[in-house]
């Protein structure tokens, strides 16, 4: 067969070159005419989720130390580092701070 255009074969046959442009409005058009199945599979998803969260075993460990407080500072400069943290009250720390 002979072609003297190209691309007039696939004119007469009705075809056309795929669109590549997507619009927002047609994704929202193919979305709202899924909604029943999109709304099966979240609620199937979801109980599926659920189901394994409470069938599957714990597979983790934790492990705390706790350690006593030092002894080296004194009540008094603790008392000192807190207020240096009072920076949020603004001039009433330094007010506070002077008349100390």
Do not use: C, D
């Not at 909604?35 to 979240?42: H, I, N, T, Y």
Request: proline fraction near 5%; aromatic fraction near 4%.
């Amino acid at each position: 067969m002979i072609q003297t255009e190209p691309g007039t074969n696939e004119q007469a046959a009705g075809l056309s070159q795929p669109e590549t442009e997507v619009s927002l409005l047609g994704i929202v058009a193919l979305l709202a005419g899924h909604k029943r199945f999109l709304a099966r599979f979240v609620v199937g998803a979801a109980l599926l989720a659920t189901v394994l969260a409470f069938v599957l075993p714990v597979r983790y460990e934790g492990k705390i130390v706790l350690l006593p407080p030092t002894q080296s500072s004194s009540i008094a400069s603790a008392l000192l580092g807190q207020i240096s943290n009072l920076g949020g009250l603004g001039s009433l720390a330094v007010i506070w701070r002077n008349a100390g």
